[in-house]
Structure formats: C-alpha cells, structure tokens
C-alpha cells in the first residue's frame, strides 16, 4: 500500500487543522493507520493510531483530548483531526500503515510510510 499525507499548514495557536492520509493499494480495511510526528531536532514521535477492527484508536498523552482520528475506508483515507493546536504540535506530520500489528506505537512496527506534511503553530 502506498500512503500520502496531506492538510498541513501554518496556523495559529488555538486553531485546528485536519489532515488526510490517502492510500492506494486493495485492501486498505485491513491495515492499521497511525500518525506520526517529527519536530526539527527531535525523533519520530507517536501520535495516535486507528485499527482495522475495531475501531478503536489510540493516543498520545499530549494530544489526548484535543486529537481525533478517524477513517473511512470507502475513500481508503485516515484523518487526523487536531484541534486547539499548540506551538508544541510544530511539526511533520507523517502516516503509516501496518498489517502486523492492531494498535501499536512503535515505530518499527510499521511496514509504509508517506511523505510528510508540514504542521507549523505559531503566533
């Protein structure tokens, strides 16, 4: 499966965003999508994660309540809802897809990678 991220943007403080990852490829249902976020000089963080089924996602701590995601598999595309954007949320902003494991936050367990789309908060 191939993956592209889309929606970033530069916001200020407060504002929300919604980003998409678009797959290609058949049997998208079947893959776990997470999001994943890269701030300049630090690593590859989790951010959160829906699994094929069922749909039940998780987050990290520090988007917890603020971040939703979702997914429509009629338009093979994950969402990442981000409100209440903080200048902490800066970042590239990258999806992955896995079929090995439900709801995991590693990195390592995910198979493909998207290009990243940029996040910038700042007032």
């Known amino acids: 499966v191939q993956l592209q991220a889309s929606g970033g943007g530069s916001v200020q403080p407060g504002d929300s965003l919604r980003l998409s990852c678009v797959a290609s490829?058949?049997?998208?249902?079947?893959?776990?999508i997470g999001w994943f976020r890269q701030a300049a000089g630090k690593e590859r963080e989790f951010v959160a994660v829906?699994?094929?089924?069922?749909?039940?996602?998780g987050y990290a701590d520090s988007v917890k309540g603020r971040f939703d995601i979702s997914r429509d598999d009629a338009k093979n595309t994950v969402y990442l809802q981000m409100n209440r954007l903080e200048p902490e949320d800066t970042a590239v902003y990258y999806c992955?897809?896995?079929?090995?494991?439900?709801?995991?936050?590693?990195?390592?367990?995910?198979?493909?990678w998207g290009k990243g789309t940029l996040v910038t908060v700042s007032s």
């Open positions: 992955a897809g896995t079929r090995r494991a439900i709801r995991s936050r590693a990195r390592s367990d995910y198979d493909y």
């Open positions: 490829g058949r049997a998208f249902s079947d893959y776990a």
């Open positions: 829906i699994p094929w089924r069922p749909n039940v996602a």
